[in-house]
């Protein structure tokens, strides 16, 4: 799916959204790296990155020709400060309604609106696909994140108390929310 948007973010900054490509896959892997480790909400460790630069590369190529999945990246001034993506739940049919989307951004640049554009970014994507519900998990105490969610129209749906387990406080509690589309 291609998509591709310029953002004028908080303070006058410009914001390009756009599909992540092969090029990207080193820059994108070594972003990622460093947004998973200045947070602990992140549902991965930075070492839980699967693919090498080839792999992540292949992989790209394969998301921007298919019509229902995308990776997203989040650029000011050529740099990518956050990535996004959203894919299906299941290649089953009866739940082939229903998409599941991630975001992260830099630390150095909360506070910009950058998540807010890639949220958006992903609800639309996930319309276009013909997704009739978007879903995500936050950990419950990532106000900020619950927060951001909420603000768009996502409804809790369920919690697992136990659904998370965090290096520096153990198991933390899970919020599932979902939007209808």
């Excluded at 090029?23 to 990155?49: F, G, I, K, N, V």
């Excluded at 001034?77 to 989307?101: E, L, P």
């Excluded at 153990?170 to 979902?178: A, D, P, S, T």
């Amino acid at each position: 799916m291609r998509y591709v948007e310029t953002v004028v973010l908080k303070g006058g900054a410009e914001l390009l959204v756009r599909n992540a490509v092969a090029s990207d896959a080193r820059a994108l892997r070594e972003t990622m790296r460093r947004t998973h480790s200045e947070t602990d909400y992140l549902l991965s460790c930075p070492d839980e990155q699967g693919a090498d630069e080839e792999q992540e590369a292949r992989l790209l190529e394969g998301t921007e020709r298919s019509g229902n999945e995308v990776e997203l990246v989040a650029m000011i001034d050529g740099r990518i400060v956050g990535t996004a993506g959203v894919g299906a739940v299941g290649g089953r049919r009866k739940v082939g309604h229903r998409a599941r989307f991630g975001i992260s951004v830099l630390k150095e640049h909360w506070g910009m609106g950058i998540g807010w554009a890639l949220m958006e970014a992903c609800i639309d994507c996930a319309r276009r696909a013909g997704y009739a519900q978007l879903e995500l998990e936050v950990v419950a105490d990532n106000e900020r994140a619950v927060s951001l969610y909420r603000r768009a129209g996502f409804e809790e749906y369920g919690r697992n108390p136990r659904g998370y387990r965090s290096s520096s406080v153990g198991y933390q509690e899970l919020v599932h929310m979902r939007l209808e589309l």
